[in-house]
């Protein structure tokens, strides 16, 4: 088994155009992490944030992934887990438990959209303009999501 491998981690807006090797980008406004494959590939590697998907927590200083990264679509196929910054390497999964995996995975995605709130569509009132057409010395308040990444980021 490999030793710990530690990574950087760094809030984007959006991924550079050549990741850094070891570090672990996160855009909250894209909903997603990209990376290089820990196992020294250089493939990049993309994970969709979301309920269904992948799901990171930041404590201040270090980032942990929920679940782990499998990377069975690629030659490596390395399977590693993400902890406080540190890669910690996990077991090589078989074909069936792989099907397995991505077929509960389908059936979380699909029970999520089922039970999800539809949003009604409001029609506009021709008098009031869209959010799109305030005027210029409107600015709406920005959401927790964007005072968050400020605040994270020092972007002030």
Not at 49 to 77: H, Q, Y
Not at 124 to 153: C, E, M, N, Y
Request: hydrophobic share 35%; net charge positive.
């Amino acid at each position: 088994m490999k030793s710990p491998l530690r990574l950087k981690h760094s809030f984007v807006e959006g991924f550079p155009d050549r990741l850094e090797k070891d570090t672990l980008y996160v855009s909250v406004e894209h909903a997603s992490m990209a990376h290089l494959c820990a196992c020294g590939c250089g493939t990049e590697v993309i994970t969709p944030l979301s309920p269904t998907d992948w799901r990171f927590t930041f404590n201040g200083k270090t980032i942990s992934v929920e679940p782990s990264v499998g990377n069975w679509s690629l030659t490596c196929r390395s399977h590693y887990i993400i902890r406080h910054n540190l890669v910690h390497w996990a077991d090589n999964w078989s074909e069936e438990r792989i099907a397995a995996g991505r077929k509960l995975d389908l059936e979380r995605k699909r029970s999520q959209e089922a039970h999800e709130p539809k949003v009604p569509v409001v029609p506009r009132i021709p008098d009031q303009p869209a959010r799109g057409d305030l005027p210029a010395q409107v600015h709406p308040q920005p959401g927790v999501i964007s005072r968050l990444w400020k605040f994270f980021t020092g972007d002030r």
